[in-house]
């Protein structure tokens, strides 16, 4: 079946430390593979994609994201957390080129002064 | 731009009320989405539309009628709501339905039904 997997429900990390969600996915095909944010009250952003190619892909506000086909993971990541980046991330993929996106069940990141 | 906008942004109604929900891009994107969101839980989809015509709906109770006027707007009509139907709504869209296209949701329609 095709799923997306974030195995920690919360991720607490000191402001200038580095961060990283995790994020798995099942193998199906090759998905394209997003990271998207949602501040309370808000709805979802965009962050970054993986389509194919270079394993690190950059995206908006210094996030990164790791591509491992071995270990079918495509983890969040960045170099230096702030207080404002903390939220709700969703990883989420679509198989076979279908407009359906499937949803982790999310992780909230909380970064602490 | 990539602004994908909402209204109203919060609707209380009575289970015995009709009402709308609205959505409006103008970033000429052909599949545009509603979603239905619980707090702290990924969206649901509920119903794609591309092209303008009705692709995806996710076996929604029939309460919710979505309604694609042109490529620009899209609204889902409620009528008889049950109050676990509270929840915010989300619409997104994106270039096209099938591709690696990433979706741009609007802020939601936080709606409680009583």
């Known amino acids: 079946a095709q799923s997306v997997a974030q195995p920690e429900d919360q991720v607490n990390v000191a402001e200038g430390n580095p961060l990283t969600v995790k994020c798995t996915y099942s193998v199906s095909g090759n998905p394209y593979l997003f990271w998207y944010v949602q501040y309370p009250n808000r709805g979802l952003q965009f962050l970054l994609k993986y389509i194919t190619g270079d394993n690190l892909v950059k995206g908006s506000y210094g996030f990164e994201a790791e591509f491992n086909k071995s270990q079918t993971s495509f983890h969040l990541k960045k170099p230096s957390a702030l207080v404002s980046d903390s939220a709700l991330y969703f990883c989420?993929?679509?198989?076979?080129?279908?407009?359906?996106?499937?949803f982790g069940q999310g992780t909230e990141l909380s970064v602490k002064p | 731009d990539t602004e994908v906008t909402q209204t109203p942004k919060h609707l209380v109604m009575g289970m015995t009320n009709k009402k709308s929900l609205k959505c409006e891009q103008h970033?000429?994107?052909?599949?545009m989405y509603w979603y239905k969101q619980k707090a702290k839980k990924p969206p649901e989809l509920m119903f794609v539309y591309s092209y303008e015509k009705l692709s995806i709906n996710e076996s929604v109770p029939s309460r919710f009628s979505p309604e694609c006027p042109n490529s620009s707007l899209l609204n889902l009509h409620l009528h008889a709501l049950q109050p676990e139907d509270s929840a915010l709504y989300l619409c997104a869209s994106s270039q096209e339905e099938r591709g690696p296209y990433e979706q741009y949701f609007g802020p939601g329609t936080r709606l409680t039904v009583t």
């Open positions: 970033m000429g994107h052909r599949a």
């Open positions: 989420a993929a679509i198989y076979n080129q279908g407009g359906k996106l499937i």
